[in-house]
């Protein structure tokens, strides 16, 4: 599964060398660029197909996204299974509704929480603390790239698992 993915980030241009700064304010010598992939059809549609086959048998009632990197991950995989999808914003907006959750979500409802990449989880967490506010029942992120940066631990804390369809060792070639 994995080396397909792979392929696919590298030759959409989605892996870069050099010196970043992450959005956990962690340097990096590499960054995947996951929107490279996820406005390429063909890359967004190997990623929601590998998606679907991760969470085939589980039997969510929503997916949620936040915005913006991972709402393009919410309606691929909404559209590959018929899944409704809800998009979690960072922050209200001051006109409109003044939500933080776009979409019809009901209490109770099992929500799976998809991200691109997952460095510390900080967005993450994010996401589960706030549909889980809203009376949503979160147990599972599913993510395209785990970075290996202590994500994994920091959805432990919450106990929620975590998903992922590759790994940054992998991808990496370690």
Known sequence: ???????????????????????????SKYYIDIKRATTDPRVLG?????????????????????VLGSVP???????RTGIPFVMVRREKKDHGTGRLIEGQLNPGEKVLVVEDVITSAGSAVYAVETLRQAGASVSTVLSVVDREEGGREAMGKLDVEMRSLITASKILGK
């Open 46 to 66: 190997l990623i929601a197909d590998k998606m679907a086959e991760r969470i085939k048998g589980d039997e969510f009632q929503r997916i949620a996204g936040v």
């Open 73 to 79: 991950l919410a309606v691929a995989l909404s559209l």
């Open 1 to 27: 599964m994995s080396d397909e993915l792979k392929k696919a980030l590298e030759g959409c241009g989605a892996i870069l060398y050099g010196d970043f700064t992450l959005a956990s304010g962690k340097r």
